[in-house]
DNA sequence: CGTACTGCTCGTGAT
DNA sequence: GAGCAGTACG
């Protein structure tokens, strides 16, 4: 028996068409639990042994580095077992050990090394250190490749302080925050500061047009990029310069996109243009030897802050699809069969769902019948809330010797809601850990050693040089710095080449400039070693000669203790780094560093509890969550609440929620809660009465617990029940009577006229796409939102 | 020049 | 509750 055909027989029909699927586009729409998974790393393993595809030529995007790492580890796996067959005619773990070390460094040096898998934005930067010095942005400025990667706090540093300082306006009227996530916006969809006055006329346009051509300047500078700009770059690069894009485009023959309804519009150019090579007619593209195939599930997408376009995923049959309708499309498979929930948690998932009108009709089939009652606890606050989840983890844990700590996740909508969770944890002393949050890299004496390493890279990172010109303190104050900062604008040049002038120092420091230059000389003296020592010599040379450890060590605080085991804990990161990565260089540790997630460290097998929010739970899986804080206001969030499309996204969140359980869901809420220090009394959330009660029952009496729920809201009817309403109304008055076809026209209550593009479903079940002029496509489902015809 | 204190504002999600 | 700017004081 060949090893191919085994992990084929693993697969059911639908998967096992996606994963045979050779060349051309396949869209795979992949319910929660669907394995979906499994498909890609099975795919990624039949294009190499079956195709004779060579693993360089495969680009695989993930949406986090955990689950790209996942993926690498689970096709070392597949590959050490047929290789341990093909070699020794045996299975891999009855070999030796010399011989198992053997094959699996051949395995990475063959199959994952040269494999690009990776999320978006690591694998661009990883272009970028290729080709960044190429680009040239709309104004002719360029990039280094020793570029920095400037974080979400350097760049709101940068932003206000030109808000502030630069253009000395208002905090109030130009809110720093709010400009922020405005120019990101842009960002993402392709716009320059130029064409961003144009979509915001008048004058907060003008003005927040000018604070985006501000801040880019500024990146310019120091020779730096936000997290956008990783994407946004290589888009451009690859639209201005045809022999790169061919380059990449010859390649990756193969492309493979996971988690395809969160991708933005600046991903997707990106992904056309390695695709097609930048040929706008389908006519012209070569699919010989090449695919691009994506994966995802519009009933997930969870990132619409982030500018992610489910309508992309939607779109895909007719941007590179065959058109056909769903029964006879070779482009698209549908993986509705969920290995993972037990029966009644999907039923209540489908339910919920199903409150939703943006969305292609998809019910996820269980592959495991019944299960326990989803439990449903209403606590009197927060504390009583995390008292009974701990509570049930623990008699859980006792009743059934399968389930340790690790089995349990504890999922909310906000990273607050975290502490009284984690305060009862701390006392029952129960392991856990928690994602999100603060992270290990945002931690000050971090943040300090990076800038440290950033300045020896990037000598242009002005940002960094100022973050550590005076720490640990050397006597280089405040007004001395200023004149520093000044002269270098005056001359506009970097900082750095002021500091490293002699002259320039002594004439405008003064009493500190001793101190400037030493500091200067030091930096320089270890400059001239970074391509030469391990990027972990760099990182201690530094904090010694810096002081910074000497100061921390002289304090004897606990605070300062516990720096300094911190700083031990980022020597292991990059000695780790040094022994893993194929290039340890300095500026790839710094750029992992940028792009790491503490999600990439969560060990599944850590017996610890997991604490995280519903966002971070996507893609994962435990046999027991407990989805707590379920009331209005916090989930649904607050600023969703009023807004119909919002609303739906946090359904989306709660479904997300609902379908990382395998085996026990609990549902709680808080009659009382304390939001910013005050008390505030919750309403339960609308989504628990949009869950069928029978599925539901009482922790202490097993009964149903939510018929006293759905009574009272008989007056004041829920979302459910006002659709179930409506889509009376609408039958009655015969709207669904009218059978749709693509290119009817028709106008909608709040966006207007418009033009079918897509019908999804047959009969009663229908879905529409449709056009409206200046905005992204819209599902409609007719039977729920008014549409008339003109 | 550096630090300690006060008072003010702000508050979703994250690569 | 935290982080930040502004201010008073050593």
New binding site residues.
Partial sequence: MSASSDYLAHLNPSQRQAVEHFEGPLLVVAGAGSGKTRALTYRIAHLIRQHGVDPENILAVT???KAAKEMKARLETIFAQVWAQQEFGQRFELLGEYEKTQLMSKVYKKITKPLWIG????LCSRILRYDIDKYRDERGRSWTKKFSIF???DVQGVI?NII?KEMDLD??QF?P??IR?KI?NAKNLGHSPDQFLKENPGYKGRVMSEIYQAYQAQLVANNALD??DLILLPTRLFQQNESILGYWHRKFNHILVDEYQDTNRIQYDLIRLLSTNGEDQPKNWDWRGRSTFVVGDADQSI????MADFTILLNFQEDFGDRLPDAQTQTMVKLEENYRSRENILQAANCLIENNSQRIDKVLKPTRTGGDDIILFKADDERDESRFVVDKILELKQVNPELNFGSFAILY????QS?PFEERLLSYRIPYSI?????FYDRQEIKDAIAYLRILVNPADTVSLLRII?TP????????IESFVNASKELDIPLWEILTDETSVQTLAG??SKKTLQFANFLQTIQSQITELPASSILNLVLEQSGYVEELKQKGTEEADNRLANLAELDNAIRQFEAESEDPSLVEFLASAS?S???DDLQEDAEKVSL?????AKGLEFPVVFLVGLEQGTCP?A??IDDPL?LE?ERRLCYVGITRAQENLFLTHARVRYV??SLETKVPSQFLQELPPELLSDPFTGRGSSRKTSNSSQKNPSIAQKQRQALKATKSNGATSLTWEVGDRVIHANFGEGVVTHIFGTGLKVNLAIKFPGISPKIIDPRLDSLRRP
Avoid: C, P, Q
């Fill in positions: 949406f986090t580095n999320t978006f934005h690591s974080d979400e706090n206000k502030t905090e109030k809110n925050r709010t996530y990101s997290f956008d990132y619409s802050f982030r909508r906000t990273n607050a502490r994602v999100g949050g603060f992270k005076n303190r050397r006597g280089i104050g405040k007004s001395t009493r500190a792009l997630s503490d999600l995280m929010t519903l966002h971070s969030h600023r969703s919002d996204e910013w220090g």
